[in-house]
């Protein structure tokens, strides 16, 4: 072979050698940002803009994330797609972690779900003494309602308040429609239509310059409305790809006295929104 063919022959083979070492090394290596699955409702008020930053300059990690149901949130967590889920829907949660896809659940805060409608309140649920009763009342007016639909926290629990008004929602008529959409958008159809829907409130404080609704909230010491989050790192045992470190990190530092005192000091016009509860489980 001449000698100049050899010399770029050689450099060909250095080349592919040298691009081949720095692809294994990249997926060597763990990476640099947290992927993360969590609820329309952290988005909607705000709290994710304000929070993550904050993390990433603590820890000098940066959190992706994307924002949809907790039901769609625990199935990226069960296909591995993502390190970390967010996410509030506790009977959910236990199945997630029964089935190993979690490592751990911690409790970080929780707010109060309610219960919004027109301002004429047609079905009266403002002299209801539950929520159960409330509702119990828009299905005999067979007012408006509309359901996110769409297996979130906040839809679980709508199923959860029918049923104790003993009511199945899979029955009702014309006037239960669904959503299929998140927490914001759904309020937004509420109000155009003049129909009732359930809320957490931090969502409904974010929208409530621009939804005339009237709010009903049955006490913030009601176990029965309470809306708890939590952070749960997924289980790397059966999903090898998640980047386990990150992940834990952030729960630990969510549930620690600097995360807790960022989420307790969060407002939203005026309205302290997160109820701090954190403790750390992993």
């Given at each position: ?68 149901g907790t039901g769609q949130a625990l199935d990226a967590g069960r296909r591995g797609d993502v390190d970390v889920v ?145 952070v749960i790192p997924v289980n790397p045992a059966p999903h090898p790809g998640v980047s ?39």
């Amino acid at each position: 072979m001449h000698f100049d063919s050899l010399r770029r022959y050689l450099a060909v083979l250095l080349i592919a050698a040298v691009i081949t070492l720095a692809v294994v090394a990249s997926l060597s290596l763990p990476r640099a940002y947290l992927l993360m699955a969590t609820t329309t409702s952290t988005r909607d008020t705000g709290l994710l803009p304000y929070l993550l930053p904050q993390f990433t300059a603590d820890t000098g990690i940066d959190v992706r994330y994307i924002a949809v149901g907790t039901g769609q949130a625990l199935d990226a967590g069960r296909r591995g797609d993502v390190d970390v889920v967010m996410v509030h829907a506790p009977s959910l949660e236990a199945q997630f972690m029964a089935s190993r896809d979690g490592l751990c659940d911690n409790p970080i805060m929780y707010n109060t779900f309610v219960i919004v409608g027109p301002i004429g309140d047609p079905a009266g649920i403002a002299g209801a003494t539950s929520a159960p009763e409330a509702l119990a009342r828009i299905h005999q007016n067979a007012s408006l309602f509309e359901s996110r639909a769409d297996d979130s926290g906040t839809h679980i629990k709508e199923l959860e308040l029918w049923a104790a008004a003993g009511l199945n929602a899979s029955t009702f008529g014309a006037w239960y429609e669904k959503t299929n959409q998140g927490m914001g958008a759904t309020l937004t159809i509420a109000n155009e239509k003049s129909a009732y829907t359930l809320s957490d409130d931090g969502t409904w404080y974010a929208r409530e310059t621009s939804v005339p609704f009237l709010r009903v909230e049955y006490g913030r010491n009601d176990t029965v409305l309470r809306n708890q989050y939590s952070v749960i790192p997924v289980n790397p045992a059966p999903h090898p790809g998640v980047s386990v470190d990150n992940a834990v990190a952030f729960a630990r530092w969510l549930v620690s006295p600097r995360g807790q005192s960022i989420i307790g000091a969060f407002t939203v016009h005026g309205h302290s929104i997160f109820t701090p509860n954190g403790a750390e489980d992993c």
